[in-house]
Nanobody, 128 residues
Framework: QALLAESGGGLVQAGDSLTLSCAASGRNFRTYVLGWFRQTPGKEREFVAS????????AYADSVKGRFTISRDNADDTVYLKMNNLKPEDTAVYYC?????????????????????WGQGTQVTVSS
């Protein structure tokens, strides 16, 4: 059974850093795009960042560009989201997702509906 499991969320202060992890298991996710989305109550799930299966192409939402970095370790089947200079508006549930698209330099879709597998989410709360 395919499984994506996020970890690393928590309560931090504005300006702090936090790293989220997502462990993939149950199928060969090494040829999948892996991405991060976030969602707040009453709003649609929002694209944050994604990375190609080769790790050579990345994409970021404008709101996090320059502050967040996505990376992956295919040996451990894990994707990371390093978040620096966190702001209160970054408060959300963060979800890991996998898109089955095998081109090595394709950085991934920004549409949640294009992703095939999802984790359960991890809460990030940034206090001002």
């Amino acid at each position: 059974q395919a499984l994506l499991a996020e970890s690393g969320g928590g309560l931090v202060q504005a300006g702090d850093s936090l790293t989220l992890s997502c462990a993939a298991s149950g199928r060969n996710f090494r040829t999948y795009v892996l991405g991060w989305f976030r969602q707040t109550p009453g709003k649609e799930r929002e694209f944050v960042a994604s990375i190609s299966w080769s790790g050579s192409a990345e994409a970021y939402a404008d709101s996090v560009k320059g502050r967040f970095t996505i990376s992956r370790d295919n040996a451990d089947d894990t994707v990371y989201l390093k978040m620096n200079n966190l702001k209160p508006e970054d408060t959300a549930v963060y979800y890991c997702a996998a898109e089955n698209f095998g081109r090595p330099f394709y950085s991934g879709s920004r549409r949640a509906s294009d992703y095939d597998y999802w984790g359960q989410g991890t809460q990030v709360t940034v206090s001002s």
